[in-house]
């Protein structure tokens, strides 16, 4: 079985940080992208931000200089900074990562974190 864990969201006002966290476990091969999704209420689920296991990365154009993602190949586990946060910033994120399970046949498939929510007051 493999679990994303993410932790890291709450409240906090207009221009505050926040740093998302998550963690990969379980029988794992190997991870090809980990990233961060959000989804505000009556809206669309929408990606916020990617990286590649050789560090690629590409952001959501309206986090872009506010957001940065950042991975521990080590820990298995993907990071989101987010500065400068705004109250449209406000949804539930919730982590993605496409990897390979420690099984036969291996292949690669999509997991989804539980989501966090993170609201920005203004």
């Known amino acids: 079985q493999v679990q994303l864990v993410e932790s890291g969201g709450g409240l906090v006002q207009a221009g505050g940080s926040l740093r998302l966290s998550c963690a990969a476990s379980g029988s794992i091969l190997s991870i090809n992208t980990m990233g961060w999704y959000r989804q505000a209420p009556g809206k669309q689920r929408e990606l916020v931000a990617a990286i590649t296991s050789l560090g690629s990365t590409n952001y959501l154009d309206s986090v872009k200089g506010r957001f940065t993602i950042s991975r521990d190949n080590a820990k298995n586990t993907v990071y989101l900074q987010m500065n400068s946060l705004k109250p449209e910033d406000t949804a539930v994120y919730y982590c993605?990562?496409?990897?390979?399970?420690?099984?036969?046949?291996?292949?690669?498939?999509?997991?989804w974190g539980q989501g966090t929510q993170v609201t920005v007051s203004s």
């Open positions: 993605n990562s496409r990897l390979t399970r420690l099984a036969i046949p291996a292949r690669e498939s999509e997991y």
